[in-house]
């Protein structure tokens, strides 16, 4: 199991933490940002795919911001299965 942290850009959460076994997301968290959302995606994402998590949330925005939270998840899995690839 690989564990990575993201920092994220443009959110109210500061901190994606997840693990990946292969391209296969588990136990993500987000340190900060809406309590609810942030309790609901982890459940929604667990044991999907880097690119069914990508195709899934990829361009989801928040208000007038240009990503979300679930937008920078994809960002978090994509980075993280990149630096697995070169571990």
């Known amino acids: 199991m690989f564990h990575y942290d ?9 901190i994606i933490s997840l693990d990946l076994d ?3 997301v ?3 968290s987000f340190m ?3 309590n609810g959302n942030l309790k609901a995606i982890p459940i929604l994402v667990e044991g999907l795919t880097v690119e069914q998590i990508e195709g899934k949330l990829s361009g989801v ?3 007038q911001r240009q990503t979300s ?3 920078q998840l994809t960002k978090a899995v994509r980075e993280a299965y ?3 690839q070169n571990a």
Request: proline share 0%; charged share 20%.
């Open 69 to 71: 939270c679930a937008d």
């Open 82 to 84: 990149e630096a697995e």
């Open 6 to 14: 993201y920092k994220t850009h443009n959110t109210c959460s500061q």
């Open 61 to 63: 925005l928040c208000g």
């Open 26 to 28: 588990h136990n993500v």
């Open 32 to 34: 900060g940002g809406c």
């Open 22 to 24: 292969g391209d296969v």
